[in-house]
């Protein structure tokens, strides 16, 4: 085996693993197929037929009033009478249990929702894995991060229309493709590099079109980093109805076509938002 073999092997199997790891996250019992309802929230008490309990929300609190019959709990202490939660804005989910099931409480742009998680889920019982583009070492691109003199903060919208995202972004990322330049905005990501969302050609025709996400890793001394696109990702809105994703910034919307990484999830081919 030469060298060049060696490397296209070890990059292949990398990436495998990276797409066995994607379809585990996607295939959890509880996780974001697991979703059957998405209800917003209002500051009069509001029931819904497929959750016991009375809910209301306010901009300071969220207040559930239930039966011990209800069999609602929060960190394993039975709902019987009224219980309050302080969901923090942009911040993963308070939960409520609700026998096997589980109530997520969020704060999204000062509104209150329940995301009402089911391991019975239709779409969980039809995942077969996420569709993708076969993987191309050509796609692994140097790059240079500059940052940001002082901290600014980017909008986006979201999904939801009434929605908005705040991100904290780090600086640009540049890079050459085609004979040109191109340069991205990075947010900060997690192990202090780079979460990017951006779209390109595919976004609506093959991929999925508010956006995709790449993770990039913490810069080299000077800069350096690489942006794999072999690894562009669906956000969680592109397989569920009931998620608030970001869109991506319209300086993230690339001309060309990124023809690596994940594709819009076949669930979704027919119906999703162009």
């Known amino acids: 085996m030469t060298v060049t073999d ?8 990398d990436w495998n693993a990276w797409h066995a790891s994607r379809d585990a996250t996607f295939s959890e ?15 009069t008490d509001s029931t819904f037929a497929d959750l016991p309990g009375a809910w209301r ?3 300071n609190a969220v207040v559930v009033t239930a039966t011990a019959a209800d069999d609602l709990s929060i960190d ?3 709902v019987d009478g009224s219980s309050t939660l302080n969901p923090i804005e942009g911040a993963p ?15 999204r742009t000062g509104e209150v929702a329940l995301r009402i998680h089911d391991s019975a889920a239709p779409a969980l019982a039809q995942f077969s894995g996420i569709p993708t583009f076969e993987p191309n070492p050509q796609w692994r691109i140097d790059g240079v991060f500059t940052a940001f003199e002082e901290a600014r903060t980017v909008t986006t919208g979201a999904v939801v229309e009434r929605l908005e995202h705040h991100h904290d972004a780090r600086g640009t990322i540049s890079f050459e493709h085609d004979g040109a330049t191109h340069t991205l905005i990075a947010f900060a990501g997690k192990d202090n590099g780079f979460h990017i969302l951006f779209t390109d050609a595919t976004s ?6 508010a956006a995709r996400s790449l993770h990039v890793s913490a810069p080299e001394p000077g800069g350096a980093v690489v942006l794999d696109f072999n690894r562009a990702s669906n956000l ?3 397989f569920t109805d009931y998620a ?9 919307r690339l001309a060309f076509a990124v023809e690596v990484g994940e594709k819009t999830p076949d669930s979704r081919s027919e119906s999703a938002p162009r």
């Open 6 to 13: 060696t490397s296209t092997s070890t990059f292949t199997g």
């Open 29 to 43: 019992p509880l996780g974001w197929l697991s979703l059957t309802a998405l209800h917003w929230l209002v500051d």
């Open 57 to 59: 929300a306010d901009a």
């Open 76 to 78: 394993g202490v039975a």
């Open 93 to 107: 989910g308070l939960i409520v249990k609700q026998g096997e099931r589980l109530v997520e409480v969020i704060r």
């Open 204 to 209: 609506g025709v093959s991929t999925y079109p």
């Open 236 to 238: 969680p809105c592109a």
């Open 244 to 252: 608030t994703c970001p869109v991506a910034p319209a300086e993230n």
